[in-house]
């Protein structure tokens, strides 16, 4: 379970810290950051490729987005130290080499390449090479993009490899979550798989981890309300946890391919149905059908012997309501 802060501290490194606190108590195993400058991600213009049309962030350029949403590089070491001293890895998106060079300074232990940047091969390569372990994050991806990103990672022996299935619109529409692309992932891949989540709510995670994604990343926010860039569509922190639950048992439920009794319905087993001797059966005559029928518990033959004992001779008289054994029977 991922906590993704990304840029709801709203600016304020003090909410950063909160959210490092909040998410550490909701549940979370990991929290990541993103780690980038408006400067290394985008450049300062107004024209209109630079401008965002649509969606929450609409009417803004891409460098006030990222002005707003970034986590300033000072902030870093003490987000770190922080999670350190909370229990919880700390991990980041980087952008860029310079990010990855930051990171590395601090002990980043794993590295999450972001939907946008799977395309960006030399900086797959940058942080393969660290031999920690990247998640590649798949919105918008063709598979041939995909297996280009995935093989940059494995001329990398000894650097772990897994795949976020994800919907990079910002909120996904349920309908567009499209989750069985997850085990058609882990089969076509034979890596981990897991999903990160952008739809409003906890249910497609939940049934993500029905589907078996080992990952789940979630925004996760202090307040819906406060303006902060991703806030719409992040979860508050009673949410998380009651996420994180939930996906737990999810994947607990979903247990392992068995063929017979669990151990919780060994105890049932006596109240199945046997035969019972339905009417008298007098000694030394054939039992006829109408005599015999299934009751429970199962203390008798089992249902599947009926015809068998149709027509054989009773060895002395049965009771009606007798169960049914072989030697009663010739």
């Not at 922080?82 to 700390?90: N, Q, S, T």
């Not at 058609?184 to 981890?209: F, K, P, Q």
């Amino acid at each position: 379970m991922i906590a993704e802060l990304s840029g709801n501290h709203g600016g304020r490194l003090r909410n950063a810290l909160a959210m490092i606190d909040a998410a550490a108590e909701a549940g979370a195993d990991l929290i990541k950051l993103q780690t980038y400058r408006p400067d290394t991600i985008t450049l300062d213009q107004e024209g209109p490729a630079f401008q965002i049309d649509s969606g929450l962030w609409r009417g803004r350029t891409l460098y006030e987005l990222y002005q707003q949403a970034h986590t300033p590089w000072d902030w870093h070491a003490a987000l770190f130290e922080h999670a350190r001293a909370r229990g919880v890895p700390l991990f980041s998106s980087p952008f860029d080499p310079s990010a990855v060079d930051l990171l590395e300074s601090l002990g980043c232990p794993a590295y999450k390449i972001a939907s946008f940047e799977l395309v960006d091969l030399a900086l797959i390569r940058c942080v393969a090479a660290t031999g920690k372990p990247v998640i590649l994050s798949t919105g918008m991806a063709t598979r041939t993009e995909v297996e280009e990103a995935l093989a940059v990672v494995r001329e990398y022996p000894q650097t772990p490899v897994a795949l976020l299935h994800c919907t990079s619109g910002y909120p996904t529409p349920v309908d567009e979550a499209d989750l069985r692309s997850i085990p058609a992932m882990m089969e076509r891949h034979r890596t981990v798989v897991g999903l990160s989540d952008h739809t409003a709510g906890s249910t497609v995670a939940i049934a993500a981890v029905a589907l078996g994604a080992s990952l789940v990343e979630k925004h996760f926010t202090l307040d819906r309300e406060d303006g902060a860039v991703d806030a719409a569509f992040s979860l508050l922190p009673s949410e998380f946890r009651a996420m994180s639950v939930a996906c737990l048992e999810a994947s607990r439920a979903l247990g392992q391919v068995r063929e017979g009794p669990a151990p919780s319905e060994r105890s049932q087993l006596r109240f199945r149905r046997s035969l019972f001797a339905a009417a008298e059966i007098p000694a030394g005559s054939r039992v006829r059908a109408e005599q015999v029928a299934s009751f429970r518990p199962a203390t008798g033959l089992p249902p599947r012997d009926l015809e068998r004992v149709i027509g054989r001779v009773a060895r002395v008289a049965i009771a009606r309501g007798t169960p049914l054994n072989w030697d009663l029977l010739e």
